[in-house]
């Protein structure tokens, strides 16, 4: 004879409740602490998952597989033949032969491109091409030389930064020599310094440093960089692909929806009525203004000490001669007067042009 067994007694529907209950609760507080995490405590991370080999898709149409394509480094890169990549979905296969000492590609594209930002203009004219359509280097030993002790330098960019901010070409005068123009009046020969005019986002700290306004706080909640009472640096502004801010995209900020290997310099009405009427200038101008009045006591040291500030160098006599005629004048008042000058100096093409 089988043994009896006592049936499960099923749960009540005051059991139920609670228990539902208490998963609810346990939800709320598990959302609650998700929310009160800040974007530093999380990762963003890539996880293989059965890797495989995936065909063509014909016209780009994932519906339309062609034929089965391996994982491998470009072809077009690769003299002997591709390497084959089996290890996982081979990201990291593919890192290392960017890098790899047998392809020097990566070293000389991230070279050419500090190098423009930091002279003024690319060793070879086309950034992001480096292939048949794209210009030759202008310099090809020297863009060599620096790639390869780069890679020699673990990739380093402070190294790379330090390399070129002490070399002579560097720290060369941006002055004209009528000689050396006639030889080579596009400077290909790197004689001289070019002038470089500031991208938005050092004009706009350079404006609000000026002004004694800078937030240097690191990290933070990005911002509109047109707002008169925003003063951190513009690294952290808002960038949004719909409709990008005005301010950014008056002084030549390029369109993140493309791509962009350089910027385009305009020079256009609208940027001078923005720094003349702008709330934003205005702003900054009483700030300069204020720090002047605090600096001295008399409008001559004022002129000199703000020039200083500002440009990095002496008041020439004509400038001081027309600051304190304008300073001295009639109609306005003495603050007034000092915010007007102000706002000029602020707007002068030698606060945009680095020389």
Known sequence: MLPEFAEAEEPSDDENAAGEQKEGDKKKEKKKEDKNKAPSDSAHLVRDKNPRDIPVQIRGDAAKPGELVERA???VLSPEGPQRFDDGSGRLQLAEAIVSRENPLAARVIVNRVWAMLMGRPLVGTPSNFGALGERPRHPELLDDLA????DSGWSLKWLCREV???ATWQQSSDMVAAKMAVDPANALLWRMERRRLDVEAWRDSLLAASGRLDRTVGGPSFDPQNAESTRRTVYAKVSRLELNKMLALFDFPDPNVHAPTRSKTTT???????????FMATQARAL???CQEHAVDDAERIRWVHQELYGRPVTEEEEQVAMAFLGGDGVGAVGRWEQYAQVLLASNEMMVVD
């Open 73 to 75: 480094f470009l072809t």
């Open 148 to 151: 390869v002790r780069f890679m």
């Open 289 to 291: 203004a204020k720090r």
């Open 165 to 167: 901010l002490t070399s």
């Open 269 to 279: 009405p609208l940027q001078k009525m923005f720094v003349l009427n702008s709330p």
